[in-house]
């Protein structure tokens, strides 16, 4: 799949989100790599054959301050090729940009690892 299309995948699954989360996505860029980089996934604790799809990079609403101001966006990466890599057609992909783009925003919004994979696996 080109850049651009994943692009359009990306901005669409974020596009989706309920209103009342799209509004507070303040100070944060979403970009598009197609792979992490070496300091990127050493800021993560993957295991053994763990895939790096995305990367929240910032300063999760729930620890902002009132002396939060003038700094630079929080970033959320989402990784092309790993995604790719797992899924096996146009539609997974598709699926798993939507999920993949949801967990880095729970991040923004101060959810967890843990806590994301109770939600994930139905345990709400």
């Not at 995948?9 to 309920?18: F, G, M, T």
């Not at 197609?34 to 996934?41: E, H, N």
Request: glycine share 8%; aromatic share 6%.
């Amino acid at each position: 799949m080109d850049k651009e299309r994943f692009e359009r995948l990306v901005a669409r699954a974020i596009e989706s989100l309920p209103e009342e989360f799209r509004n507070r996505l303040e100070n944060i860029d979403v970009v598009v790599e197609d792979w992490p980089t070496k300091a990127q996934l050493g800021k993560t604790r993957l295991r053994g054959r763990q895939t790096l799809l995305g990367l929240y990079e910032g300063t999760p609403l729930t620890n902002r301050t009132s002396h939060y101001g003038l700094v630079p966006p929080d970033k959320i990466t989402i990784f092309q090729k790993p995604i790719e890599a797992i899924c096996r057609d146009d539609a997974e992909i598709t699926a798993e940009v939507e999920r993949v783009v949801r967990h880095e925003i729970a991040h923004h919004f101060g959810i967890g690892d843990a806590r994301l994979r109770q939600i994930e696996r139905g345990r709400g």
